[in-house]
C-alpha cells in the first residue's frame, strides 16, 4: 500500500476515528497492529506470516532477556535473538547470492531455484532491525535507563507491545527504523488534544510535495539514465542526470520519511529525525549524522560502538569504518554494487579522517561552501551505483560522460533544474538560518499553502519509492 | 496528498491560501486559455494525449500505436483524425482507451511494427480513476498539461525554443544513428515473440469494436531498409495476416524516409509519410 494511494488515506482516516474514540481508548495498541498488518498484507497478504512470526519470536526472546536475572543467560536469549534477526534477513535478502554456489553442488540441486522463487518480504531490512534493536537494547537495560514500564508489566502487554513497536505501519515498509529504547517509553493512551496537529500537518504537506512533485516528477526525467538509454547522451545530459538522480533519491526518501514522521505524529508517536539536510555536509562524516540517520545511528550504537569504535589504534579505527560502510552499503541488497557503494563510502571517510590530521581549514563562508561541493559532488556520484544494478554498466555510464558523443537534451536539463530549485532552495533556507537563528522562512502558512497547490496541479506520476526495494 | 486535505480543517489559514492559490489558478487556465507546447516528458505527454482524446476530441479516425506512430504529430493531420500513439506503449494501450472512454470511432488505424507492446495499465489506471476522471472533464487545472510548470516551459519554448524551420531541417546524428541501427538489428533478429496474451487481447478489442461498426485497418511506419527483412517484422505481420482479414494501409516505400536511429522518422520524412497516409488511408474508405 503506497502512501500517496486512496486505499492508504482511507486506512489511516479509520484508524485515527477508531483510535481517538474513547470507546475505544483502552484499545489503541491493538487498533494499530490490526490497522499495520492491513497495511502490509494488502498486497501481498502471504508475507504477513513473515513478519508475525518474526516479531512474535522478537516478543518472547526479549522477554527472556527482560525477566532473566544471571547475566550470561541473559546473553544466551540475547544472542538468540539476534541471531535469529540476522538468519530472517540473509534468508530472505541474501538467498539468490548464495543460492548460485549451491546450484553448483549435485547434492543440493533444485534447492538453489527454491531460493530464488521465494520474494523479498517487504520491509524485512527495516523490521528485522528493529528486532535486533528490542534484544540488544533490553539486554542492554539498566535501572537508570529503563526501556519497559516496570508496573504491571506482563507478557501479554509485551507480547502486544512488540507486535506493535515492529509492525507500525508508518514506519513498518522503509523506516525510519525505531530504536526500542526511543519508542517503548511512548507506548501509552494517547489524548486527541495532546496531538501538535499543526506541525503534523505541516510534515505531511512537505513529505508529499518532496515525494509527489519533486522526486516524481523527477523520476521521469532520470529514467534515461538507464541502460541502454544513456548511451544516447552527452556528457552534460549524463552529469545533469546524475545531479537529477541525487536530487530524485534525497526528496523520494526524505519526503517518506517526512510523511511517516506526520503520520505517527497524528497517533502521538515520535519517530526519530532520518534527514536533516544532507547536501548542506561540509565533509563525509556529516554527511552520514545528515542521511538515513536511523540507519547510521543504528549501525554506529549496535554494530560501530560494539567492535570497538574510535576507542581503538589508528589501523583498526579505518577497518572498523570500512567493515560498518561495506555492511551498510549491503543493507541496500544483495548486489555487488550496492556493497561496492559502501566501500566507497568507508574509503571516503578514512581519507578524510587521515586528512583531517594534518589539515583545518577556516570556517569561512567560500571554503565551507567548496567543501559542500566536493562532498555532494562525492555522494552524488555514489548514487551511480544505486541507480545501475550492474556493474558494468556504471562504467559505460563513465566512459559515455568521458567520450561526449551523444545528443546534448536540453528539454531534460531544464526539467531537472526546476525540479531540483525546491531541494536547492529547501537546504539554502536552513545553511542561512544556522547563521541568523529563529529566521526559518519557509516555516510560513502561505508557503505550506503554496506546497500543497503545487502537490495538487503539478505531481507526477506516482512511482515506487526508491527505499520500498531495500 | 489527500491525508493532508482531510485533516486541514485543523488549519484553516493554510487551506484557505491554498483555496485562494487553486482558484486563480483555474480562472487563469479557463479565461487566458494558455497554449501547451511543451511538455515536460513522454509519460505525461501520453498522459496528456489520452485526456485531450477522452474529453475534448470528436474524431472519427483514430492512430493507435507506438512512439513509432507518435512522429505523424497530430499537427500534420487533417482535424477528423487524431493520433493516439505513445512513446513507450503500444495499440493496445490506445484501443483500451478508446473502449473505456465509450467513444466509437469511425476507422482505428493500428501500428502493427510494435503491436504487440504489453498495455499500459498504470496509465489506464491513472486516466481512469474512479471519480476523478469525471471531475477531471470539469476543472481543466487538474488536467495534466495545465501543470503550472507546463505553463512556464511552454512559454520558454516559444521565446527561446527551435524555430519551425530548424525543426524541418532536422539532420541526422550519424553516431546515434550508427549506434541505434546496429541495436536494432541484433534486436529485431534474435527476437522471441510471446505473444499469445496480447494476440488475444487484440482479438478480443478489435472484435469489440468491430461489433460496434468501427472499421479496423493496420499500418506500417517506415523503418531503415536495413530493418525490413528482419525476424520481428516479417513475423509480426504473419501473425497479423493469419490472425486478422482486415484491410492494410498500402506498406511505405522505406527508401524515401529517414530515421534518427533506424526506427524513428525525423521531422521531414514524418511531414512525408503522413500525408502519404492520409491520402492511402481517404482511398481505403471511398471504396
Not at chain 2, 146 to 173: A, D, M, R, V, W
Amino acid at each position: 500500500m503506497l502512501f500517496n494511494s486512496f486505499p492508504f488515506i482511507l486506512l489511516v482516516i479509520i484508524t485515527l476515528v477508531l483510535y481517538y474514540n474513547r470507546f475505544f481508548g483502552a484499545y489503541q495498541v491493538p487498533i494499530l497492529i490490526i490497522s499495520s498488518f492491513t497495511f502490509y498484507a494488502y498486497s501481498q497478504p502471504y508475507l504477513l506470516f513473515l513478519l508475525f512470526v518474526s516479531a512474535s519470536i522478537n516478543a518472547i526472546v526479549s522477554y527472556k532477556v527482560y525477566l532473566e536475572k544471571i547475566i550470561k543467560k541473559k546473553k544466551i536469549y540475547a544472542t538468540i535473538g539476534v541471531v535469529f534477526n540476522l538468519l530472517v534477513i540473509i534468508f530472505f535478502k541474501y538467498g539468490p547470492l548464495f543460492s548460485d554456489i549451491l546450484d553448483s553442488f549435485n547434492s543440493f540441486n533444485g534447492i538453489g531455484e527454491f531460493i530464488r522463487t521465494i520474494p523479498l518480504p517487504v520491509g524485512i531490512s527495516f523490521y528485522t532491525f528493529q528486532g535486533i534493536s528490542l534484544v540488544v537494547d533490553l539486554f542492554r537495560d539498566n535501572p537508570q535507563k529503563h526501556i519497559l514500564n516496570r508496573v504491571n508489566y506482563n507478557f501479554k502487554k509485551h507480547y502486544f507491545d512488540t507486535l506493535f513497536f515492529i509492525s507500525f505501519f508508518p514506519q513498518l515498509v522503509s523506516g525510519p527504523i525505531v530504536k526500542a529504547y526511543q519508542f517503548f517509553p511512548q507506548i501509552k493512551q494517547k489524548y486527541f488534544k495532546d496531538i501538535d496537529l499543526d506541525v503534523a500537518i505541516k510534515f505531511l504537506i512537505l513529505g508529499y510535495f518532496l515525494k509527489m512533485v519533486i522526486a516524481d516528477n523527477l523520476k521521469d526525467q532520470t529514467f534515461w539514465m538507464t541502460y541502454p538509454y544513456f548511451q544516447n547522451y552527452s556528457s552534460l545530459t549524463l552529469l545533469t542526470l546524475l545531479f537529477g538522480y541525487s536530487m530524485q533519491i534525497f526528496s523520494d526518501f526524505a519526503g517518506y520519511s517526512l510523511i511517516a514522521i506526520g503520520i505517527a505524529k497524528l497517533f502521538g508517536y515520535n519517530l526519530i529525525q532520518n534527514f536533516n539536510f544532507p547536501y548542506i555536509s561540509k565533509s563525509f562524516s556529516e554527511f552520514w549524522t545528515r542521511w538515513h540517520i536511523s540507519l547510521s545511528t543504528w549501525l554506529k550504537e549496535y554494530l560501530y560502538i560494539p567492535i570497538g569504535g574510535n576507542r581503538v589504534k589508528e589501523i583498526r579505527l579505518y577497518i572498523n569504518l570500512y567493515v560498518v560502510m561495506l555492511l551498510g552499503g549491503l543493507w541496500h541488497g544483495a548486489a555487488w554494487s550496492y556493497m561496492v557503494w559502501g566501500g566507497y563510502h568507508g574509503s571516503l571517510l578514512a581519507i578524510e579522517k587521515y586528512l583531517m590530521r594534518f589539515t583545518k581549514s577556516p570556517s569561512i563562508h567560500f571554503i565551507n561552501i567548496f567543501k559542500i561541493f566536493i562532498v555532494f559532488s562525492f555522494v552524488t556520484f555514489g548514487w551511480l551505483l544505486f541507480k545501475l544494478p550492474e556493474f558494468e554498466q556504471v562504467i559505460l555510464y563513465i566512459k559515455t560522460i568521458l567520450l561526449n558523443d551523444g545528443a546534448r537534451r536540453i528539454d531534460i536539463i531544464l526539467n531537472i533544474f526546476i525540479y531540483s530549485f525546491p531541494v536547492f532552495i529547501y537546504h539554502l533556507n536552513y545553511y542561512i538560518t544556522q547563521f541568523q537563528k529563529g529566521k526559518y522562512y519557509l516555516n510560513k502558512n502561505y508557503v505550506y499553502a503554496m506546497l500543497l497547490f503545487l502537490i495538487i496541479s503539478n505531481s507526477g506520476s506516482s512511482g515506487v519509492f526508491i527505499y520500498f526495494q531495500f | 496528498m489527500a491525508v493532508a486535505g482531510c485533516l486541514f480543517i485543523f488549519n484553516f489559514k493554510i487551506i484557505i491560501y491554498t483555496l485562494v492559490f487553486f482558484i486563480i489558478w483555474t480562472f487563469f487556465i479557463i479565461i487566458g486559455k494558455p497554449e501547451i507546447i511543451k511538455l515536460q516528458n513522454q509519460w505525461q505527454k501520453n498522459y496528456s494525449l489520452s485526456q485531450d482524446y477522452i474529453y475534448e476530441i470528436s474524431a472519427v479516425n483514430i492512430i493507435v500505436g507506438s512512439s513509432m506512430a507518435t512522429r505523424m504529430d497530430n499537427d500534420f493531420l487533417p482535424n477528423n483524425y487524431y493520433n493516439l500513439s505513445f512513446g513507450g506503449g503500444g495499440v493496445l494501450t490506445g484501443l483500451e482507451i478508446i473502449k473505456r472512454s465509450k467513444k466509437t470511432p469511425s476507422n482505428i488505424y493500428l501500428e502493427v511494427n510494435n503491436i504487440f507492446k504489453e498495455k499500459d495499465s498504470d496509465l489506464i489506471a491513472r486516466l481512469f480513476y474512479p471519480v476523478l476522471w469525471k471531475i477531471k472533464k470539469y476543472v481543466p487545472s487538474l488536467k495534466a498539461k495545465y501543470q503550472p510548470i507546463n505553463i512556464f516551459l511552454s512559454y520558454l519554448k516559444s521565446t527561446f525554443g527551435k524555430s519551425h524551420e530548424e525543426h524541418i531541417n532536422e539532420q541526422k546524428n550519424d553516431k546515434i544513428y550508427e549506434m541505434n541501427i546496429i541495436k536494432h538489428i541484433i534486436n529485431y533478429e534474435k527476437i522471441v515473440l510471446d505473444c499469445d496474451k496480447e494476440l488475444s487481447e487484440l482479438k478480443k478489442l478489435v472484435q469489440y469494436f468491430e461489433e460496434k461498426d468501427t472499421k479496423i485497418i493496420f499500418f506500417e511506419m517506415p523503418i531503415d531498409e536495413k530493418l525490413i527483412k528482419t525476424k520481428k517484422v516479417t513475423l509480426q505481420r504473419e501473425i497479423i495476416n493469419t490472425h486478422f482479414v482486415n484491410d492494410w494501409i498500402p506498406l511505405p516505400n522505406n527508401r524515401k524516409y529517414v530515421t534518427s536511429d533506424g526506427i524513428h522518422l525525423l521531422y521531414k520524412s514524418a511531414y512525408l509519410y503522413s500525408k502519404i497516409f492520409i491520402s492511402e488511408a481517404e482511398k481505403l474508405y471511398d471504396i
